[in-house]
């Protein structure tokens, strides 16, 4: 089985706010947990696991920990061109390199990015490759070459989908730590080579990508976190429906 996992970069100091470290970028964690559960489908089953990484030269670091993860090859997308992409234009700008690197069984991703929350970008590549697109999946296990077991968290219940490949999926969970990885592991996986595609590696189109590419656009950036604030409900339900209205205005309640 050949499975390709889809690896977003994100800032540090969102994905792990409570820990030090100097690299400026580390993995999704929707997507580090997707990763995590293809290496241990890969350790029971004869699978070869491909990391595809869409963003700057810096998050090549990321690739070289899926290395030690046990990844087998590592594809870096990586293009000036590609700067600034939404959903619409990440998705595309996939699609055209899973294209390019063709036949996959699997296609896996996070169901969504810390950083924005869309959860669109699987649902995206599924339409592009015409395949079929499971979400919110917990674990998945190999029957067969031609078909997984998915286990599917749903509301109040856990499903299990036999689904046929080839096929997308997302899973609905993250990985909170930073991997555990030995420094042997490590020291291999700076060795190893990582493939580069840029946009005309990929046969893309400029329009589509980047900015120009884009259905939205980021307006303003700020560094602060934005605090969550709360409000203690009343028991009498005329004071809950003053609370409500001043929360949908913005105006403060009169004493």
């Known amino acids: 089985m050949k499975i390709a996992v889809c690896i ?3 800032r540090t100091e969102l994905a ?32 070869t696991v491909y990391c ?12 070289r920990k899926t290395f030690a993860m046990g990844a087998d090859e590592a594809i870096h997308i990586c293009d000036k061109a590609f700067a600034g ?34 959860g669109q970008v699987a649902p995206g590549l599924a339409e592009r490759l015409d395949m079929d697109c499971i979400s919110d999946l917990l674990s998945i296990s190999c029957e067969n070459e031609n078909e997984i077991l ?16 080839p096929a997308v ?3 609905d969970n993250f990985t909170a730590k930073h991997p555990k990885i030995s420094l042997t592991a490590m020291k291999k996986a700076r060795n190893k080579s990582i493939a580069k595609l840029g946009i005309n590696d990929i046969n893309a189109d400029k329009t589509l990508c980047g900015l120009s590419g884009s259905k939205t656009q980021v307006l303003n950036i700020k560094d602060k976190m934005a605090k969550k604030t709360s409000e203690t409900v009343p028991d009498d ?6 609370l409500i209205i001043s929360m949908m205005t913005g105006e403060e309640l009169s004493s």
Do not use: R
Not at 150 to 165: F, G, K, R, T, Y
Not at 237 to 242: D, I, L, S, T, V
């Open 169 to 171: 999926v997302s899973f």
């Open 85 to 118: 992409s939404d959903t619409v234009a990440t998705s595309y700008i996939l699609y055209k390199a899973l294209a390019k690197l063709m036949p996959f069984d699997l296609i896996v991703c996070g169901n969504k990015t810390i950083d924005g929350e869309t």
């Open 52 to 63: 595809i990484c869409l963003g700057p030269e810096s998050a090549e670091s990321i690739l």
């Open 16 to 47: 792990f706010p409570s820990e030090q470290s100097n690299e400026p970028f580390s993995m999704n964690p929707y997507d580090l947990y997707a990763l995590e559960q293809c290496i241990a489908l890969k350790k029971k089953n004869n699978c």
């Open 8 to 10: 977003k970069p994100v």
């Open 237 to 242: 339900p005329e004071e809950q429906a003053k």
């Open 150 to 165: 998915a286990e599917q968290n749903s509301a109040d219940n856990c499903n299990v989908i036999q689904l046929d490949l």
